[in-house]
């Protein structure tokens, strides 16, 4: 019960800044709407958990469950999949030191880890733009959810170009032999849906996922049905996801590729030769 006043309390104060931001920017009838739906979500959340407690989505060959959490009405959007598939992540290998850009997972109880948000001034929260940031140890895992997307393109002048730079920032971040777990809605950013599209971001291992219905059940997919969604249409928020995980080498790890290399190459060569079939 503690922890549901608690959660509530911090619903409550999202609510609020929510609201002042919505009458800034789209009037009081849409914020008027937005306390209703928030009301309403909150209200539900009892009935919908236990609904929907026992469904898994399938990620990687893995049946995972859904992450019910009334704290941003988590079993209305994308979180229900990225918390799961996170800590999916952090449990299969060493977290070790471990990197968040974005202030995320401690809302889901994942604690004791460097968080690097420009914006949440909370305690323990480094606010830092993450393009600027230089640890002084890289880290063994970096996370990031649903945050690469607003890097540049919330910002006031919009400068769309730095979601990249902010790309290649989180991986800077990234020890040797370290692990990066990236989570991207689809649509939210068309500079970052056009550099997936182009193949000009490109992550190690590219997982798809689509939103298929008003209940939020999520599947896998391709990459050309997930980049045709839209995001907030049919459904709100992210309508799809880009789930990108990457492992960086090690020294050791490009020293066994070039002796591997080298006796494939050898072996493939009649001669010996290394550049031409006898």
Not at 77 to 102: D, H, P
Not at 156 to 182: T, Y
Not at 219 to 235: K, S, V
């Amino acid at each position: 019960m503690p922890d549901s006043v608690a959660v509530l309390r911090v619903e409550l104060n999202r609510g609020i800044c929510a609201v002042r931001e919505s009458i800034r920017k789209k009037g009081v009838l849409a914020a008027a709407t937005l306390v209703t739906s928030t009301a309403a979500s909150q209200l539900a959340f009892p009935v919908i958990a236990a609904r929907r407690r026992d469904r898994r989505f399938t990620f990687q060959g893995e049946q995972l469950p859904y992450t019910l959490h009334r704290y941003n009405c988590t079993y209305r959007n994308e979180r229900t999949v990225e918390i799961s598939i996170a800590r999916w992540f952090l449990a299969a290998g060493r977290t070790g030191r471990m990197l968040e850009v974005g202030n995320v997972l401690a809302h889901y109880g994942v604690t004791g880890h460097t968080v690097v948000d420009k914006y949440e001034t909370v305690a323990g929260v480094l606010n830092q733009d993450i393009i600027g940031y230089t640890p002084d140890h890289p880290f063994d895992t970096v996370v990031a959810i649903s945050t690469l997307e607003h890097i540049g393109w919330d910002d006031e002048p919009r400068e769309p170009e730095k979601v990249l730079q902010a790309l290649d920032a989180v991986r800077c971040c990234v020890a040797p032999g370290g692990r990066l777990l990236v989570t991207l809605p689809i649509g939210y950013n068309p500079m970052l849906d056009d550099a997936l599209r182009s193949g000009a971001v490109q992550m190690q291992r590219e997982t798809w996922l689509v939103r298929e219905n008003r209940s939020n059940d999520w599947r896998e997919t391709d990459r050309d049905e997930a980049l045709g969604r839209e995001y907030g249409r049919p459904f709100r928020n992210a309508n799809a996801l880009c789930i990108g995980t990457e492992h960086r080498r090690t020294a050791a790890d490009d020293v066994d590729s070039r002796i591997s290399n080298g006796v494939n190459n050898d072996a493939g060569n009649v001669d010996g030769s290394s550049g031409r079939r006898a």
